[in-house]
């Protein structure tokens, strides 16, 4: 038996766990005292929780336990996501002095589960929730994180072997606006590898074939397409409205301009490149004290050298 399920079986000697419907009883009952506290982090309780909960973080409620539960005699019930941590924290209350500490078996994820009442007072829709939620309990994304991916607008050169997988990730984590451009029209040959393409836009131009390939996968993501070769005139004009410039263009000519308009418009640069079974990504911000491609490359490679 492993240390974690001995500490477990220790604690369910000592502390009474709960069903969530016996739960549900009691939190239904006008008459009880009891105090709900949700120990789950900030990105977990944005996701829901239960009515009536007072949310405060595990490593809070331990520091401040007194002033959390200010009688010893006052009856309390801890849940977190799965009735794992909860179980623990409760051992290390009743071992500070307090009677009557009880847990809800399964946590969060049962009470769900059984279709109980869950509240949210998340700015994000109950389906922008539930799309990314996998993405929002993660500490350094979080509600606010997801919050500014919704507002954000990135302008993505390139619809190919490149952009394509680009633009996916960034539509399906919630990016708000994206910007395409590309003046090339879908091949049969790209369908290999162009995953935002398919068969029967052969001919189509990949703006517009990236457009409904962006909003099949989530229909709340702005798509704004340019059909037009990136060049010297318009460089400046097309990243403009644009927080975040993203390279998926396929030859070394495209990149440096797309360096040298980001640079000058101070926008960060996101290159990338990508040749057979080889492939490099970086990331210049010079607005942010780095360097950009120019300055870490001068001169472009030759032709021969990069020939895509």
């Given at each position: 038996?492993?240390?974690?399920?001995?500490?477990?079986?220790?604690?369910?000697?000592?502390?009474?766990?709960?069903?969530?419907?016996?739960?549900?009883?009691?939190?239904?009952?006008?008459?009880?005292?009891?105090?709900?506290?949700?120990?789950?982090?900030?990105?977990?309780?944005?996701?829901?929780?239960?009515?009536?909960?007072?949310?405060?973080?595990?490593?809070?409620?331990?520091?401040?336990?007194?002033?959390?539960?200010?009688?010893?005699?006052?009856?309390?019930?801890?849940?977190?996501?799965?009735?794992?941590?909860?179980?623990?924290?409760?051992?290390?209350?009743?071992?500070?002095?307090?009677?009557?500490?009880?847990?809800?078996?399964?946590?969060?994820?049962?009470?769900?589960?059984?279709?109980?009442?869950?509240?949210?007072?998340?700015?994000?829709?109950?389906?922008?929730?539930?799309?990314?939620?996998?993405?929002?309990?993660?500490?350094?994304?979080?509600?606010?994180?997801?919050?500014?991916?919704?507002?954000?607008?990135?302008?993505?050169?390139?619809?190919?072997?490149?952009?394509?997988?680009i633009a996916l990730y960034l539509a399906e984590c919630g990016v708000g606006t994206l910007g395409i451009v590309d003046f090339d029209t879908v091949d049969f040959?790209?369908?290999?590898?162009?995953?935002?393409?398919?068969?029967?836009?052969?001919?189509?131009?990949?703006?517009?074939?990236?457009?409904?390939?962006?909003?099949?996968?989530?229909?709340?993501?702005?798509?704004?397409?340019?059909?037009?070769?990136?060049?010297?005139?318009?460089?400046?004009?097309?990243?403009?409205?644009?927080?975040?410039?993203?390279?998926?263009?396929?030859?070394?000519?495209?990149?440096?301009?797309?360096?040298?308009?980001?640079?000058?418009?101070?926008?960060?640069?996101?290159?990338?490149?990508?040749?057979?079974?080889?492939?490099?990504?970086?990331?210049?911000?010079?607005?942010?004290?780095?360097?950009?491609?120019?300055?870490?490359?001068?001169?472009?490679?030759?032709?021969?050298?990069?020939?895509?």
């Open positions: 038996m492993g240390r974690l399920a001995e500490l477990l079986d220790e604690a369910r000697a000592e502390v009474r766990e709960m069903k969530v419907d016996e739960a549900r009883k009691l939190l239904d009952d006008c008459d009880n005292k009891l105090l709900l506290l949700d120990i789950r982090e900030r990105q977990a309780t944005v996701l829901g929780y239960i009515r009536g909960a007072t949310q405060i973080p595990e490593n809070v409620l331990q520091m401040h336990a007194e002033t959390v539960i200010p009688a010893t005699e006052m009856p309390v019930l801890l849940y977190c996501g799965t009735g794992v941590r909860s179980l623990l924290t409760a051992k290390t209350l009743k071992d500070l002095g307090y009677k009557d500490v009880r847990t809800l078996m399964g946590g969060f994820n049962a009470w769900k589960d059984a279709g109980y009442e869950v509240v949210s007072d998340s700015s994000l829709s109950p389906d922008q929730l539930s799309r990314y939620s996998r993405q929002i309990i993660l500490k350094d994304i979080g509600e606010e994180g997801q919050l500014r991916l919704l507002q954000a607008r990135v302008l993505i050169v390139g619809a190919g072997g490149l952009g394509s997988p040959s790209n369908l290999n590898r162009q995953v935002l393409h398919i068969q029967a836009n052969v001919g189509r131009p990949k703006t517009e074939s990236a457009k409904e390939a962006i909003q099949r996968a989530n229909p709340e993501v702005k798509v704004i397409t340019f059909e037009e070769r990136l060049e010297p005139h318009n460089a400046i004009d097309l990243i403009h409205d644009f927080d975040i410039v993203v390279d998926g263009a396929d030859n070394i000519p495209t990149k440096y301009l797309l360096n040298d308009a980001a640079f000058f418009a101070g926008k960060p640069f996101v290159f990338g490149a990508a040749i057979r079974f080889e492939g490099q990504a970086s990331v210049f911000s010079p607005r942010d004290g780095g360097p950009c491609l120019r300055c870490m490359f001068p001169r472009p490679p030759e032709p021969s050298d990069a020939p895509t």
